[in-house]
């Protein structure tokens, strides 16, 4: 059954995203309340302690450990460190790595607090100013690791408004891309042929660029197909967690719930690494606004009089 036009994802409005506000207005704001402050005093001190401990190597307290993986990884042989449950180990595709190869040209400490700070901003994109220094302390594990969950919930989050943003978690994690059922479940198909087809763009760019690579990331993943986390991870088999990632993604398209689909993501993680848990920042992103008043609102204003009605119109925007 079609979904009414009111509740179908419009791409020709902006994200409505904690009460309503645009994406393009979310870092327009200058902080200058405490709160805010607050905010950015937090960030800079967490960017302070990723950078400083993440050399020399040898520390038992290291951080950027996955963001290593990401810097240590060459264009010429992306996969020859990639036994997943190793210390150092690539295995997204080849696309991601040709993407941030502008970033890997830099030294370690430049890359992990040019990648922290990124890291950061997704954060800030996440929570919004007041809830800011929040995210960043719930998110030090993600933050320290520097794995890219925080960034696969900023895709979910615009990939409402803008599809092609999935191409960034289907050619990363994969299986997070379970939540493209929303589009399916609502019948959205211009939404989800956007998504398929920007990511089979991208692969059609970087496997002209790469053909060698993308064979043997395509044998990596058949090879690693089945295998669990360490200790490091939630330990929950990725199979006893994918049904129900899909029935919540599905329960939420059907009840134009947009907060489902970063939890069902979340849930389909390969493996549910603690530091995974940050992706929930995104349900602050997407709860809903509130309700805007409406016919029936307006009836029960006129039967409270005039002098009512008059100072709830001032209220209601046409």
């Not at 990363?172 to 211009?190: D, M, N, Y």
């Not at 990331?217 to 330990?235: D, F, I, N, Q, Y």
Request: aromatic fraction near 12%.
């Amino acid at each position: 059954m079609p979904f009414p036009p009111g509740i179908m994802t419009d791409l020709s409005a902006p994200l409505a995203i904690r009460g309503g506000r645009s994406i393009s207005s979310m870092f327009g704001q200058t902080p200058f309340t405490p709160s805010q402050l607050g905010g950015w005093m937090v960030a800079i001190g967490a960017w302070l302690m990723v950078v400083a401990l993440a050399q020399p190597f040898g520390r038992q307290l290291r951080t950027g450990q996955e963001a290593f993986c990401y810097w240590v990884a060459s264009l010429h042989a992306p996969y020859a460190l990639s036994d997943w449950t190793q210390p150092v180990a690539y295995v997204y595709s080849p696309a991601f790595l040709q993407a941030i190869s502008p970033l890997t040209q830099l030294p370690w400490l430049g890359f992990i607090g040019a990648w922290t700070a990124l890291l950061l901003l997704a954060i800030r994109f996440l929570t919004g100013p007041r809830l800011f220094a929040v995210g960043v302390l719930l998110a030090t594990l993600e933050l320290a690791g520097g794995n890219i969950s925080l960034l696969l919930a900023v895709a979910m989050v615009v990939g409402f408004r803008w599809p092609a943003a999935w191409a960034f978690v289907l050619l990363t994690k994969v299986t997070p891309g379970i939540g493209l059922l929303w589009f399916a479940v609502r019948r959205e198909w211009r939404s989800l042929g956007i998504a398929l087809g920007a990511t089979a763009l991208v692969v059609a760019v970087s496997a002209a660029l790469m053909p060698g690579a993308w064979l043997e990331w395509l044998e990596l993943l058949v090879r690693l197909a089945g295998r669990e986390g360490t200790s490091a991870a939630v330990p929950i088999p990725f199979l006893v967690r994918l049904p129900f990632a899909v029935v919540l993604v599905v329960w939420g398209a059907r009840t134009d719930r947009r907060w489902t689909v970063p939890v069902a993501g979340m849930l389909a993680l390969p493996a549910l690494w603690y530091g995974g848990l940050t992706m929930l920042l995104a349900v602050v992103a997407l709860r809903e606004p509130s309700k805007p008043a409406g016919p029936a609102d307006l009836d029960r204003a006129r039967s409270l009089g005039s002098g009512p009605l008059r100072r709830w119109s001032m209220d209601v925007q046409p």
